[in-house]
Nanobody, 115 residues
Framework: QVQLVESGGGSVQAGGSLRLSCVAFQSIPSHNPMGWYRQSPGKERELVATMTGVVSMNYADSVKGRFTISRDQTKKAVYLQMNSLKPEDTGVYYC?????????WGQGTQVTVSS
């Protein structure tokens, strides 16, 4: 069982920045994907960004150029730097890890962007 704990959510005005952090209770090999999904009010959960290895990153079109994902294997962590936030970025952000084919999720952290 992999436990993921997120932090860093909050409320910010449009144009602002937030940095989300997720720490795993056990080491996730770099070739196993980790990343972030979000669920906005009235919508299904959607991919925000994932990272596999040290250079393979996948972003939703809506966040490209504004969000940056990174991983720190020594800290068993994945991060999401979110800049130029928009009201439509509002939602619950979930940390994700695919550990040898099994998916794990954090409890979620709320991000609210006001106009």
């Amino acid at each position: 069982q992999v436990q993921l704990v997120e932090s860093g959510g909050g409320s910010v005005q449009a144009g602002g920045s937030l940095r989300l952090s997720c720490v795993a209770f056990q080491s996730i090999p770099s070739h196993n994907p980790m990343g972030w999904y979000r669920q906005s009010p009235g919508k299904e959960r959607e991919l925000v960004a994932t990272m596999t290895g040290v250079v393979s990153m996948n972003y939703a079109d809506s966040v490209k150029g504004r969000f940056t994902i990174s991983r720190d294997q020594t800290k068993k962590a994945v991060y999401l730097q979110m800049n130029s936030l928009k009201p439509e970025d509002t939602g619950v952000y979930y940390c994700y890890a695919n550990y040898w084919g099994t998916e794990y999720w954090g409890q979620g952290t709320q991000v609210t962007v006001s106009s």
